[in-house]
């Protein structure tokens, strides 16, 4: 009976050991999806944000609403152009001008005895815009096609008017186009910063441009 008692109770110990051993895995095991559980918290954590849009100062809206201008006075009244909507609009004698924020449409009806050339515009035109345009740079002339017809295109640089407010000066693009017809021509300034993509707007505009 000694013997057989010793032997129970080295079975009585394995048995604890063994249990003791489970218990210690179960425990490890239980331990790893609190980590899966915890990486899959991270990853699901909300994206930041993205980054408001910003247009370069000078961009006109894709939306923008245009309408017909048709001049009412002056030495020439027989054309119309279409003009971004809610524009400000200032006459001077026969020019007149829209502006908003950093751009501006400025038109003005000439008398014409001759169609103008990208000769007459270089020799003539040019050096009274380099007189009077503060930095004046990079003009560029060439002829391009508008549903009015061929036109005679002027490119060119300059800086803008000191702001009365902020003192700033802004370097501008400028396109001036000479429309012709019958001894009469129409000269269509359209302006802006050189860094505003208003490539189509000012498409719309030059293209609008009809004779009545």
Same mark, same amino acid.
């Given at each position: 009976m000694g013997r057989l008692a010793r032997a129970f109770t080295a079975v009585g110990v394995t048995v604890a050991v063994a249990? +003791?051993?489970?218990?210690?895995? @179960?425990g490890a095991q239980g331990s790893a999806p609190?980590?899966?559980? &915890? !990486?899959?918290?991270?990853?699901?954590?909300? &994206?930041?944000p993205a980054p408001t849009e910003s247009n370069p100062p000078g961009d006109i809206p894709?939306?923008?609403v245009y309408v017909p201008y048709r001049p009412t006075g002056g030495a020439f009244t027989g054309f119309t152009v279409k003009v971004p909507e809610g524009w400000a609009r200032t006459v001077q004698g026969d020019t007149t001008v829209f502006t908003d924020k950093l751009n501006s449409i400025t038109i003005t009806p000439v008398p014409a005895?001759?169609?103008?050339?990208?000769? $007459?515009?270089?020799?003539?035109?040019v050096p009274k815009l380099r007189a009077r345009t503060s930095k004046f740079a990079a003009p560029k002339?060439?002829?391009?096609?508008?549903?009015?017809g061929r036109v005679v295109l002027l490119t060119y640089q300059g %800086? /803008? &008017?000191? %702001?009365?407010?902020? !003192?700033?000066v802004v370097r501008d693009g400028f396109e001036r186009y000479a429309y012709y017809r @019958?001894?009469? !021509?129409? %000269?269509?300034?359209?302006?802006?910063p050189?860094? &505003?993509?208003?490539? %189509?707007? =000012?498409? +719309?505009? /030059?293209? $609008?441009?009809? =004779?009545?």
């Amino acid at each position: 009976m000694g013997r057989l008692a010793r032997a129970f109770t080295a079975v009585g110990v394995t048995v604890a050991v063994a249990a +003791i051993a489970g218990c210690s895995g @179960s425990g490890a095991q239980g331990s790893a999806p609190t980590g899966s559980a &915890a !990486g899959r918290g991270g990853g699901a954590q909300a &994206a930041a944000p993205a980054p408001t849009e910003s247009n370069p100062p000078g961009d006109i809206p894709d939306n923008q609403v245009y309408v017909p201008y048709r001049p009412t006075g002056g030495a020439f009244t027989g054309f119309t152009v279409k003009v971004p909507e809610g524009w400000a609009r200032t006459v001077q004698g026969d020019t007149t001008v829209f502006t908003d924020k950093l751009n501006s449409i400025t038109i003005t009806p000439v008398p014409a005895t001759v169609v103008p050339t990208t000769g $007459s515009v270089t020799t003539t035109v040019v050096p009274k815009l380099r007189a009077r345009t503060s930095k004046f740079a990079a003009p560029k002339v060439s002829e391009v096609n508008r549903h009015a017809g061929r036109v005679v295109l002027l490119t060119y640089q300059g %800086d /803008s &008017a000191k %702001d009365p407010v902020t !003192g700033k000066v802004v370097r501008d693009g400028f396109e001036r186009y000479a429309y012709y017809r @019958s001894g009469h !021509g129409v %000269d269509l300034t359209l302006s802006g910063p050189v860094n &505003a993509d208003n490539v %189509d707007p =000012w498409r +719309i505009v /030059s293209d $609008s441009v009809t =004779w009545r």
